[in-house]
Nanobody
Framework: QVQLVESGGGLVQAGGSLRLSCAAS????????MAWFRQAPGKEREFVSG????????????RYADSVKGRFTISRDSAKNTVYLQMNSLKAEDTAVYLC??????????????WGQGTQVTVSS
């Protein structure tokens, strides 16, 4: 089993920045893809950004939703089993609960076996 714990959410003014963290524990070594999703009230969950890796090949790939490209940056600290989402130039429409998902397959963004509880991000305009 893997446990995911998100942190870093909060209230920020439009144009500001936040950094979210998602720490994996348990059998974190079985993971090959981690991603951030978000869900706003009355809307469906949407993909925000993801990172996938193959440690033996030192290969890491990243993916972003069009709505956050150029503003958000995803990164991973393998030693800490933690993925970060640096969010800059935040907009009111970025307001949502941000959830971290993790999967056991490289570059597969269709299967996430584990989910965190989510962290609230609120951007005031």
């Amino acid at each position: 089993q893997v446990q995911l714990v998100e942190s870093g959410g909060g209230l920020v003014q439009a144009g500001g920045s936040l950094r979210l963290s998602c720490a994996a524990s348990g059998r974190a070594g079985s993971l090959y893809t981690m991603a951030w999703f978000r869900q706003a009230p009355g809307k469906e969950r949407e993909f925000v950004s993801g990172v996938s890796w193959i440690g033996s090949l030192s290969t890491t790939t990243t993916r972003y939703a069009d709505s956050v490209k150029g503003r958000f940056t995803i990164s991973r600290d393998s030693a800490k089993n933690t993925v970060y989402l640096q969010m800059n130039s935040l907009k009111a429409e970025d307001t949502a609960v941000y959830l971290c998902g993790a999967g056991r397959y490289y570059n597969d963004y269709g299967r996430f076996d584990y989910w965190g509880q989510g962290t609230q991000v609120t951007v005031s305009s």
